[in-house]
């Protein structure tokens, strides 16, 4: 019945539709009088009946969907199969069919005529055709979405179509649809309802799709802003007209747990309707409505809690007055579990704090609000989440940048920013910087925060200040209160007043009247008040006490006279003027209470001073000009405080900044690339606010230029950029003088190692031209003396030009002639260091030619002939006879630069030999009186004729020259032997085609080619062939007797066999490292002196020599890797040297030779773990060095720690059980595979098995807890549990495993893991206590022996206990591969060290267990290293090795 009176187009219809919850709905009866669908039309139906529907419309307007609702219901059934043209030709229609109906509706509602049947066609038009339009939006909207998630990965032969049903038409009419609702939702439509609010269900229904629409991931992205706009405007109009607010509430929250994305949405539109629309209560619902969700909740509600989250710091950005009025709902939040709603409360925080509570003129209400969230803030910089200390560090940093941190939190804020640089999170330690850094750049004390300046500056202010005060002190008078005044005359005026009620006496009477009114009353009696004043006219007499009593009585009978006067004119003035102040009094006190009440009130509460004509001169204004001239002092004082207090600040946050100085410069090593980063931008911001210690943090970053990380080279050259390249100055030359000036800074007592950092970061300057000529001009003009300038300036200019033609070889190559004539002029003898660096600035030339231009340009030489070389050659023989501490290395440097730039280096060199030892000649008859010549040889019979330095000189000459020509035959001869050659055979194969073009092939070519090929001269066998060529010319020909070179090893072996005669500790060092470079051209030579070289370095007394032969034998080690490797233990034994140079030294030796695989690692490497605890921070620091670089080898420590565990842990090593444990943290600390964790879980069980001692155990054990265990590592544990049990008696054995499986019981375990651990830690307690048991009873018993192990006593501990293979006083080891290999004349292959662990063998023989040579490695001839007696020295049939 309704379907039919819906279609008899009839107004007064007497059914409703009632606006369902799904399509389904109205297909089914839903009660009498409801509009029911009564048939759905097919998908070919469609078109025919919108084209009916647009005519009804044009006929009968928005009323026609009374008779056509079936026709577009049927589309939104079947919306998938429709055609796009009928969609979208209906969603056209039904906005012409709503905006038509939303244009009538104003005139039908205000229409007094209008009948209840039409007021009721027209409600159903509208739920129908809104229904409808609302219906097609959805649709539309999800078809949106769908196809979005299909063209991620478009594929198929629907792709085009997917295109086109997904096209731009629903984007276009998205606007004007929400436009649309939106005009029909700002009418006054509940007068279609009766005049009562509209349906609840027809709200829904509009607000919908825009929910529907919001859900859309990609609403968020900046082309659909003005689609958020209307949605956010449509929603305000819904909320403002038809009471949507609890609704809106609800939908919000739960879209804000479901749509991560909506977040940032619906804060801008919460923002829009709290501030266009008035809804601030909004805020406060949603606020409150999020704060009552439970903390457990949001605890495992991730997504939910993450839209909150962001929503609440959306919102804070946008209002954060409103959110500040509302953020007490919130504040619990705090305490929870979820780390994200505490991020998000806590940045509301401070938004707040940035932009509502800032500035001095707060009320004390807020800035008490201020205080409590910088506390809370503060608070949670300890945070136990790191995502939540790393965000508050943020937002103090946005606090600290913005200006709105109260000073009286700064210091405090400082302190705890401090001490989270030692946090584990590198999120939070970077972030600590970060706010370090902005602390620095925002300090309110100064741009210079020097702890020295402004210590002297606190210190003499706060002399000042005492001064002041000490002065004001001294010359203030007392001043007294009107209340002490009263106090003070408080007797004689109860005195006078008790007696007013005794009877007058002879002769006295009442002269005192009471005044007309009562203000002369009160000025009467505040008169003779006032002529009691103690603190004027009583004081003189009070002064006379002791000295006047006949005076001081008459005093008092005055004061008493006029107080009794005063009492009685206060009574009749409270008879006279009752009631009336300030006569008046409580009327249960008695009268003389009230009397003395009164007076006090008056003479309280008057000036003094005033109406009081009679009181005597200077009585109240000598007072009144005292205190006058004291408020300026006052006010001065006030001052000197603050400044004090502020130095006082400053001083403070200096110390902290400081502090953080001295963390910071030691996370410039660090793995992570931000961590380092952040560092040197701290480092350079505190650089440039004048901290002095940020200099030598910024002279620690130059290391890092070789960096392998772009990031961070770029970041220190960006550092060394802003601090030296950005000098201040108005013109060029004042610029350039000021970057000099502060490049020459650095260069006051630079090592080596900065100079050559400096000297990278300069010439990628000077490439990418930023460095300006003007500098380079003045750096010549200092360098040249035009510019005036000190010595160590003219040595700075020489070094930076040096530095500069790195970059640009042309800077030194255009001004040659300069620097030798300068440089190397006759007054070189004054200055070596100048003519050091003048030799090292034209080494430059060589080194930076750039040798990619081909390899057919031949090597940049000077001719022999050249000036540089004759002065080179003349300064060195002259200062040859002159005691000097520079010319030795300036020797070196000039014989370094001969043989990289002079054609026929060898010549010049023997021919400075030979001038040098000639003069030493002459020197020794001279002395000696001889006259014939004497060779070379004889030098050391009558050396003791020779001065030390001459000698020394000389035997540095003889050591600088061996070298350079090894390194001239193997770098220089052997590069331009491989340069001829492939100019030959590129020239042949040139012949070779220019002969086939012209088809003639000789039979000669081919058969050169062919020889050269038999005798193996091309390719890598040419290479081969000529380094054999180098090798024998060292082996063969430097050292024998035609060579010039071999007529000094002599002289340079006996100075090394007889330290007592040459005892001077230059002279020592000089002919150590001579030997050293001399045993560095043949390996036959070095295998016969090998034993001498190394017992100078075990025995020398000397530390210099000690280092510079570690340092020879690692070069050794290097060149003749066969030859030194049995002697590595002796090597490793400087590990352990007293003199701490010498252990650093060995340190940085044995870093290189193991990381380059030149040694094999198995003993070294538990000699290098002791360094990890050794008391210098430089040798500690090369040791985590090196193991952090070795880590990074394939499993290289997880292989080695088997063996340093069994090497440290033995008794006679000498290592603690506490250093163990700090060693084994560090290296356990590179075990990051869970394979690695499990192998060794398994490998230390067993190791049980063969330790012998209770140290052992304990150690074992102790390394089984820095392991966290998986659960194949627990089941491991179960599998060995035979290995340990029988250890678990020791308590501290127990204890270890214990802690072992603490872990397994935490909750969040599996079950089935928890039983297994449970079931071993049974069996360990069953195990501990059987053995508990056993040791009772033989204590009973006492019949048990003690074992040996229990017996023996751990050796003493020292830290640098000597090796027993190397530093004891046994006999000297010969290796057995030495004697082998002492013929061999042909150089083997350097072989490439295989890495075995005895930890991996299945051997469990306690000999394997030691840290003890093997016997194949033991040698079995011994030379004594000890000192000999001469007994021994006779029977021996070695060459004894002996400093006697």
């Not at 160590?792 to 030194?812: D, F, S, T, Y």
């Not at 370094?896 to 002459?922: R, V």
């Not at 007797?1041 to 500790?1065: E, I, M, Q, R, T």
């Not at 009772?1336 to 640098?1360: D, F, I, L, M, Y």
């Amino acid at each position: 019945m309704a379907a039919a009176t819906a279609r008899g187009a009839v107004p007064e219809a007497a059914w409703e539709f009632r606006l369902p919850l799904n399509l389904a709905d109205l297909l089914r009866d839903s009660g009498p009088g409801c509009y029911v669908v009564q048939r759905v039309l097919p998908a070919s139906e469609l078109p025919p009946a919108l084209t009916a529907f647009r005519s009804a419309f044009k006929a009968h307007g928005a009323l026609a969907v009374l008779q056509h609702f079936d026709s577009l219901y049927s589309l939104l059934r079947c919306f998938q199969a429709a055609e796009t043209a009928v969609k979208e030709d209906a969603l056209e229609l039904m906005m012409c069919v709503v905006s038509h109906h939303s244009n009538e509706l104003p005139a039908i509602m205000h229409d007094s005529g209008l009948s209840r049947a039409d007021c009721a066609a027209h409600l159903n038009a509208l739920k129908m055709n809104c229904y409808l339009l609302t219906g097609l939006v959805d649709a539309f909207e999800t078809e949106t979405c769908r196809n979005a998630l299909l063209e991620v990965n478009p594929s198929g032969k629907n792709k085009k179509n997917r295109t086109k049903t997904s096209g731009s038409f629903w984007e276009e009419e998205r606007e004007p649809v929400l436009h649309l609702l939106t005009q029909l939702l700002q009418l006054d439509l509940r007068q279609l309802w009766g005049g009562s609010a509209v349906d609840e269900e027809f709200v829904s229904l509009m607000t919908g799709s825009c929910y529907h629409i919001l859900e859309n991931p990609s609403i968020g992205l900046q082309k659909y802003r003005a689609t958020r706009e209307a949605v956010t405007h449509l929603l305000a109009a819904v909320l403002t007209h038809y009471d949507h607010m609890f609704s809106a509430i609800v939908k919000i929250t739960q879209m804000l747990q479901h749509f991560e994305h909506v977040a940032p949405v619906f804060a801008q539109a919460v923002s829009l309707w709290a501030t266009e629309y008035g809804l601030k209560s909004l805020v406060g619902e949603l606020l409150r409505e999020i704060g009552q969700k439970f903390p457990q909740d949001l605890a495992h509600d991730t997504s939910g809690v993450k839209g909150y989250a962001t929503f609440i710091t959306e919102l804070a950005e946008q209002i954060p007055a409103l959110v500040l009025a509302n953020m007490s709902v919130l504040l619990h939040l705090l305490n929870g579990e979820s780390y994200m709603m505490r991020n998000a409360i806590l940045a509301a925080m401070a938004e707040v704090l940035v932009r509502v509570l800032n500035g001095d003129q707060l009320e004390e209400a807020a800035r008490g609000t201020r205080d409590k969230f910088l506390s809370m803030l503060q608070s949670h910089i300890c945070d136990i989440h790191g995502f939540v200390r790393s965000r508050v560090l943020q937002l103090f940093a946005r606090i600290v940048q913005c200006r709105v941190l109260p000073l009286t939190q700064f210091q405090s804020v400082v302190s705890v920013a401090v001490g989270r640089l030692k946090d584990k999170s590198v999120m939070v330690v970077k972030n600590a910087i970060q706010l370090l850094a902005a602390f620095l750049s925002n300090n309110p004390f100064s741009c210079k925060l020097s702890c020295t300046d402004l210590t002297e500056a606190l210190k003499k202010e706060v002399q000042k200040l005492q001064e002041m005060r000490d002065r004001d002190r001294s010359t203030a008078a007392p001043v007294i209160t009107s209340e002490e005044e009263w106090e003070a005359m408080l007797p004689e005026v109860r005195a006078a007043t008790q007696q007013l009620f005794q009877p007058l006496q002879e002769g006295e009477e009442e002269v005192l009247e009471v005044g007309e009114t009562v203000e002369s009353t009160s000025e009467q009696i505040t008169g003779l008040l006032r002529k009691l004043n103690y603190n004027c006219s009583g004081q003189s007499w009070m002064v006379s006490l002791a000295f006047c009593p006949d005076e001081l009585l008459m005093f008092f009978s005055w004061a008493v006279s006029l107080s009794r006067s005063a009492a009685r004119l206060t009574r009749k003035a409270l008879c006279h003027f009752q009631g009336k102040e300030p006569f008046s009094g409580p009327a249960e006190e008695s009268e003389e209470a009230t009397i003395l009440s009164v007076l006090k009130r008056l003479y309280t509460g008057s000036c003094p001073g005033e109406n009081s004509e009679d009181s005597p001169r200077g009585s109240s204004s000598p007072q009144a000009e005292e205190v006058v001239p004291d408020k300026q002092p006052q006010t001065e004082l006030a001052k000197q405080e603050m400044l004090v207090q502020y130095l006082q600040d400053a001083y403070n946050f200096s110390v902290k900044i400081t502090e953080a100085l001295s963390l910071i410069s030691k996370m410039m090593h660090e793995n992570c690339i931000s961590v380092v980063q952040e560092s040197i931008e701290f480092l350079v911001t505190a650089s440039q606010f004048g901290v002095p210690q940020a200099v030598l943090g910024v002279r620690r970053m130059l290391p890092l230029i070789w960096s392998k990380e772009p990031g961070i080279k770029e970041a220190v050259l960006d550092a060394y950029r802003r601090l030296y390249l950005s000098p201040s100055g108005k013109s060029e030359r004042a610029r350039a003088q000021s970057l000099v000036h502060s490049l020459s800074l650095i260069m006051v007592d630079a090592s080596l190692g900065t100079i050559q950092c400096l000297e990278e970061i300069i010439s990628e300057f000077v490439q990418k031209d930023e460095i300006k000529p003007a500098v380079i001009q003045l750096l010549w003009e200092r360098f040249t003396e035009k510019s005036q300038c000190s010595p160590l300036e003219q040595r700075a200019a020489v070094i930076l030009l040096g530095m500069m033609a790195r970059g640009k070889p042309e800077i030194v190559g255009s001004n040659l002639d300069v620097l030798v004539t300068v440089g190397l002029s006759e007054k070189v003898c004054e200055d070596y260091r100048l003519a050091q660096e003048v030799c090292n600035a034209i080494s430059k030339l060589a080194t930076n030619r750039k040798p990619a231009l081909e390899q057919s340009n031949a090597p940049f030489r000077l001719p022999q002939d050249h000036m540089l070389f004759a002065s080179l050659s003349e300064t060195l023989s002259k200062g040859f006879a002159q005691p000097s501490g520079h010319w030795i290395p300036f020797m070196e440097t000039a014989v370094t630069l001969i043989y990289k730039l002079a054609e026929g280096a060898g010549d010049i060199c023997a021919h400075i030999l030979q001038m040098c030892s000639q003069q030493a000649l002459e020197k020794l008859e001279e002395a000696d009186g001889q006259k014939a010549g004497v060779s070379p040889n004889r030098v050391s019979d009558g050396a003791g004729s020779l001065p030390t330095f001459m000698l020394m000189h000389l035997l540095s000459l003889v050591g600088q020259v061996a070298l350079q020509q090894v390194q001239y035959l193997e770098v220089s001869v052997s590069t331009e032997l491989r340069r001829r050659r492939c100019l030959r055979e590129e020239e042949k194969s040139k012949k070779h085609s220019d002969s086939s073009m012209k088809k003639q092939r000789p039979l000669s070519t081919g058969n050169e080619t062919t020889m050269e090929e038999e005798l193996g001269l091309v390719g890598a066998s040419a290479d081969d062939t000529e380094a054999e060529l180098i090798r024998s010319i060292c082996e063969t020909e430097l050292l024998d007797d035609k060579h010039l070179l071999s007529a000094f090893v002599p002289l340079v072996l006996k100075v090394c066999k007889n330290p007592g005669l040459y005892s001077d500790p230059a002279l020592s060092a000089a002919a150590a490292l001579s030997l050293g470079k001399v045993c560095m051209i043949s390996s036959e030579f070095c295998s016969s002196h090998l034993r001498l070289l190394l017992t100078m370095m075990e025995k020398s007394t000397l530390p210099g020599v000690r280092s510079n032969l570690i340092i020879a034998a690692g070069d050794l080690a290097i060149r003749f890797p066969n030859v030194v490797e049995p002697w590595t233990s002796h090597l490793c034994a400087r590990l352990r040297d007293p003199c701490p140079s010498v252990r650093h030294t060995a340190g940085l030796v044995m870093t290189h030779l193991i990381l380059e695989d030149m040694i094999k690692v198995k003993g070294q490497v538990s000699e290098m773990a002791t360094l990890l605890i050794d008391p210098e921070e430089a040798i500690m620091g090369l040791a985590h060095n090196f193991f952090s670089e070795l880590s990074n080898k394939d499993n290289a420590i997880y292989n080695l720690l088997p063996d340093i565990i069994s090497h440290l842990s033995d008794p006679n090593c000498g290592i603690e059980e506490e250093p163990f444990h700090t060693i084994m943290r560090h290296l356990f600390s590179y075990i990051s595979k869970d394979k690695q964790r499990e192998s060794l879980v398994e490998k230390l069980c067993q190791r049980f098995r063969t330790v012998r001692t209770d140290r052992q155990y304990r150690d074992l054990s102790y390394c089984l807890t820095l392991l966290p265990l998986s659960e194949r590592g627990l089941q491991k544990l179960q599998d060995n549990f035979d290995c340990f049990a029988d250890k678990l008696q020791d308590p501290a054995v127990y204890s270890c495993f214990q802690t072992l499986l603490a872990r397994f019981s935490r909750a969040g375990s599996k079950p089935e893991i928890k039983a297994l651990a449970e079931d071993l830690e049974q069996k360990m307690s069953a195990s501990h206590n059987r053995g508990l048991d056993s040791a009772v009873t033989c204590q009973e018993g006492s019949a048990t022996p003690v074992t040996e192990a229990t017996k023996q006593k751990p050796t003493r501990s020292s830290r640098h206990q000597p090796l027993s293979t190397a530093n004891s006083g046994e006999d000297f080891v010969t290796p057995h591969a030495f004697q082998k290999q002492k013929c061999a004349q042909k150089r083997r292959p350097c072989k490439k060290a295989v890495i075995t662990f005895s930890s991996d063998e299945e051997n469990n023989s306690e000999d394997d267990l030691l840290a003890e040579l093997r016997e194949e490695e033991t040698p079995t001839k011994t030379t004594p290293i000890t000192r000999s007696s001469a007994r021994q020295a006779r029977r021996g049939n070695h060459l004894p090795l002996s400093f006697d």
